[in-house]
């Protein structure tokens, strides 16, 4: 891609990224930096320094570190983080922000309109305990309240599927028309790549350990699927998050793995080599998912799903192509999926051929970063006339496309994802 010309005494524009943590940029947004490096952003971070910080510079990288406390129950230190987050908008002065997840949406779209930014692009990376299935809506009503102060009119915001943006047009959180799909964050198809497992069938569960993720339903399943087919490995990946009042019992997992039900392998640092192992992987979730990475790294790396026909779960799940829909909460259901795939080796491979094309065609990360600098490039179009900043001419969004051809091409927000 060729780069823009900086014309003398132009400065490149400015894009923050918000997130919760230093870890979860590296995992999920990492190829969005790098794809808006190209287009001519100079690329900032904001999140909970968790890994080391020389690590963004080495990449060319700004980063910021910021606590966003989780959850609402702790209001003054809501308050607290409001106040640091628009101190750093008032200093960085970007030209745009995109707030990360709905805590970073609630804590960064207040103190975006406290700084008076004119860009700010919210991105929600799944509704979380808000979009849970079961949840106390009446328990998260000051949530719902809040996200609808913190998104403004003239701000955009970005979904993973069409269950959580219909939710937020439903509560009239936002009016919609400055609304896009783009589905999920995107996986690495060069990294996580298609190869034959040895040895006996496993079957994976990965991703952080907290109850709505169905853990307990697969290990109930699991104890149906043994007892057909006793040499197949039922495998759970990931460790419990100790900030998540839903965490699993680090105890009870381990009580699993004694008794040889499951094996827990903790946490892994070599996803892809873990998903060349598996022969199925099942992710029965009932949580407010975007689009799980999980499913999107197991499609990418040709290997047949099983999970739950419930928001973002069904954006991969292509029931008969990529593998099977189940309800969620129903163990025999799950168990006789994975019993249909394990019984039938040359179903799991047609399936898992499938689900790499998928991933290619429709979720490789150079495809979402594109769709997602698109609406950087709509959104500066339509703040242009609201933005002024000091030192030094900045370029327009117009100018800016030079270097991402065809950014600036007419586009309906509600069908961006349909863009192949």
């Not at 010309?5 to 947004?29: C, E, I």
């Not at 009503?141 to 939710?167: M, P, T, V």
């Not at 998912?289 to 499913?295: C, S």
């Not at 051929?353 to 339509?382: G, M, P, W």
Request: glycine letters at 8%; charged letters at 25%; one cysteine or more.
């Amino acid at each position: 891609m060729r780069k823009r010309k900086q014309a003398k005494g132009n400065v490149p524009m400015r894009l923050l990224l918000v997130v919760s943590r230093s870890d979860y940029f590296w995992t999920h947004r990492a190829s969005l930096a790098r794809w808006a490096r190209r287009a001519g952003f100079e690329v900032h971070v904001a999140a909970r320094q968790v890994t080391n910080v020389e690590r963004f510079a080495r990449v060319g990288l700004h980063f910021h570190p910021v606590d966003l406390p989780r959850g609402m129950r702790r209001p003054l230190a809501q308050l607290a983080a409001v106040g640091r987050l628009a101190a750093l908008y008032r200093r960085l002065r970007p030209d745009i922000v995109h707030h990360l997840s709905v805590q970073a949406i609630v804590v960064g779209g207040l103190a975006a309109r406290l700084a008076r930014l004119p860009c700010v692009v919210h991105g929600f990376t799944g509704l979380g305990a808000l979009g849970t299935l079961g949840a106390n809506r009446t328990s998260y009503h000051l949530a719902w309240r809040l996200l609808k102060w913190a998104w403004a009119g003239h701000h955009f915001a970005i979904f993973q599927n069409r269950d959580d943006l219909a939710d937020c047009v439903s509560r009239g959180i936002g009016d919609g028309k400055h609304a896009a799909v783009i589905r999920s964050s995107g996986v690495d198809v060069r990294r996580f790549y298609p190869s034959p497992p040895d040895g006996d069938p496993i079957v994976l569960l990965a991703g952080r350990l907290i109850w709505p993720k169905g853990v307990a339903e697969f290990v109930e399943a699991t104890r149906r699927v043994k007892a057909r087919f006793p040499t197949a490995r039922f495998v759970v990946v990931g460790t419990p998050d100790p900030d998540n009042a839903c965490a699993c019992s680090a105890e009870w997992l381990a009580h699993q793995h004694r008794t040889g039900v499951i094996e827990w392998w903790g946490h892994r640092d070599d996803m892809a080599s873990v998903y060349q192992e598996a022969a199925v992987v099942a992710l029965p979730s009932w949580y407010g998912e975007g689009v799980p990475k999980v499913l999107l790294e197991a499609a990418a790396s040709g290997r047949p799903l099983v999970a739950t026909d419930y928001r973002g779960c069904r954006e991969v799940v292509v029931p008969g192509r990529t593998g099977y829909r189940v309800p969620p909460r129903r163990p025999d259901q799950l168990a006789e999926a994975i019993g249909r795939l394990l019984e039938d080796a040359e179903l799991r491979h047609r399936m898992g051929r499938q689900a790499r094309a998928l991933a290619v065609s429709q979720f490789n990360d150079h495809l979402v970063a594109r769709k997602t600098i698109d609406v950087y490039f709509r959104c500066l179009e339509a703040s242009r006339q609201r933005s002024t900043f000091s030192g030094g001419t900045r370029p327009t969004a117009r100018d800016a496309a030079e270097s991402f051809p065809g950014a600036l091409e007419p586009f309906d927000l509600h069908t961006l994802d349909e863009a192949a």
